[in-house]
Every structure is written in structure tokens, then in C-alpha cells.
Nanobody
Framework: QVQLVESGGGLVQAGGSLRLSCSAS????????MGWYRQAPGKQRGLVAT???????NYADSVKGRFTISRDNGKNTIYLQMNSLKPEDTAVYYC??????????????WGQGTQVTVSS
């Protein structure tokens, strides 16, 4: 069993910044890729950014240059620094992790989501 707990969402004005955190706990042998996804009302959940255990990152085109994903492997935690926020960034942000629970077992886990609202 793996749990992901997100924090850091909230209400911010356009142009402002927020920092999201996601910590993984439970039966963790190792974690490969972790990332952030978001879902706005009436839209499908989509990629925001991912980061591997080695630090390789991938971003959605819409957030490149504004968002930065980082990771603390020792704490099984990732962060998403969001700058120059726009109203279209408003969504529920979900943390995702690809976790090995043992040498032989692997699971993909989601957090409960944290709301980010950007006012114009």
C-alpha cells in the first residue's frame, strides 16, 4: 500500500506563485517516475510535469518556463513550483508515482488532489 499526500494548493491572483508538495509513504522499495497531473472542470486529466529518480524532467508545453518540478529522493517527495500563474492553470492537481513495493512488485498510485484556483 502506497499513500501520496499533496499540499500547497490554494487561491492566487494571476501572475502569482504557488508551490505544491507531494510526499509518498507506505510499502516503498523504490520510486521511479513521479509527477503532477491536473484536471479542470469538464476536461480530462492531463500531464503537467514528471521527474524520474535520476532527475530527468518532462513538462507540458503549456507550463514550460513557468513551472519547475523537483524531487527529494531521501524524503520521497516532489515539488511543483508554479510561477506566473494564469486563470487557465485553475484545476485540481494530482500527484502520481510509479512505485516498486518490492523487487518483484510495482504499483501506480495517485494522491487525492489539491485545488489550485487562479483569479483574473
Amino acid at each position: 500500500q502506497v499513500q501520496l499526500v499533496e499540499s500547497g494548493g490554494g487561491l492566487v491572483q494571476a501572475g502569482g506563485s504557488l508551490r505544491l508538495s507531494c510526499s509518498a509513504s507506505g510499502s516503498i522499495f523504490s520510486i521511479n517516475r513521479m509527477g503532477w497531473y491536473r484536471q479542470a472542470p469538464g476536461k480530462q486529466r492531463g500531464l503537467v510535469a514528471t521527474i524520474t529518480s535520476g532527475g530527468s524532467t518532462n513538462y507540458a508545453d503549456s507550463v514550460k518556463g513557468r513551472f519547475t518540478i523537483s524531487r527529494d529522493n531521501g524524503k520521497n517527495t516532489i515539488y511543483l513550483q508554479m510561477n506566473s500563474l494564469k486563470p487557465e492553470d485553475t484545476a485540481v492537481y494530482y500527484c502520481n508515482a510509479d512505485v516498486r513495493t518490492s523487487i518483484f512488485s510495482r504499483t501506480n498510485s495517485w494522491g487525492q488532489g489539491t485545488q489550485v484556483t487562479v483569479s483574473s
